[in-house]
């Protein structure tokens, strides 16, 4: 990293990339946002329209490019490939974007030598397994987004129902980002004492555990609801990007469940898959093996293996 201000490239100016880059834009991070987009037209546009804004922003520099505009970046986010349709699961998706990134990974890769990549097209957990194949970079430097925003919809969902600020519960979902992916109750708080315990005593609700099961169930449909109502899901993963983008230029050693590289952990090794991680200034300094209950060492080990299997798919 060679400054605190960072320049940042954005790969698909579609709806999350444009999202993201105006969401970038008001937090002040980066000191250059770049847009590449196969659409030069809309790239362009979209940097129109943002820099029109710019006197009621931070100052920034904001244009389009092609993946020239890669070089010297602190960091690349990868949003670039066909979106995910109604009905259609994030793993359907999966043949359609790797032949995509099997060309844009090695043209970013070319000028990007040195930064941190961070895919977020889905499904996220493959294409990040992808991206660190195709460009050889170190696994510390290829980071998935992983299930950050999962885990945001659930301390917002079980803050709703239990009327508790979302700040004072910690609980991950980990896994897959997409149907295999599952809640780590066993080590879930709310102020520090047990999930269950908590909502049982001072929510006075009547059976906890089947609560926070519907609640997750809520969770993992909840995007395929907002593609039916809308088509895309674009704000909450943008914001979700400028916390991971913000950990990583800040040094801030803050643990996200990003998608990332995994060795032995449960047993499982060679795949990209979310859980809790170390994220600062150089990607994933290292991730946290949880303890987790016979049960949830099942689900993830059918999660990982689930990847696994369409990883096999794929011809690398």
Known sequence: MKSLKPKIVIVGAGNVGSTFAFSLMISGLAREIVLIDKNELLAKGECMDLNHGLSFA???KIYAAGFEGCKDADIVVITAGANQKPGQ????????NVAIFKDIIPAISKYASNSILLVVTNPVDILTYVTLKISGFPSNRVIGSGTVLDTARL???ISEFYKVDASNIHAYIIGE???TELPVWS???????DIETYCSVYARKTNARIELAEIFEKVKNSAYQIIQAKGATNY????ALVKITQAIVRNENSIL??????????????????????VNITGVEQ???????????????HSANTLKNLIKTINL
């Open 58 to 60: 931070h100052p920034t």
């Open 89 to 96: 699961s994030r793993t359907d998706l999966v043949q359609e």
């Open 155 to 157: 301390k917002y969902m």
């Open 177 to 179: 980002h997409g149907d």
């Open 187 to 193: 080590n879930a708080t709310i102020g520090g004492m």
């Open 236 to 239: 909450s993963i943008a914001l």
């Open 257 to 278: 469940p990003v998608s990332t590289l995994i060795t032995d952990f449960y047993g499982i090794s060679d795949v990209c898959i979310s859980i809790p991680a170390l």
């Open 287 to 301: 991730y946290v093996k949880l303890n987790l209950s016979d049960q949830e060492q099942e689900l993830f080990i």
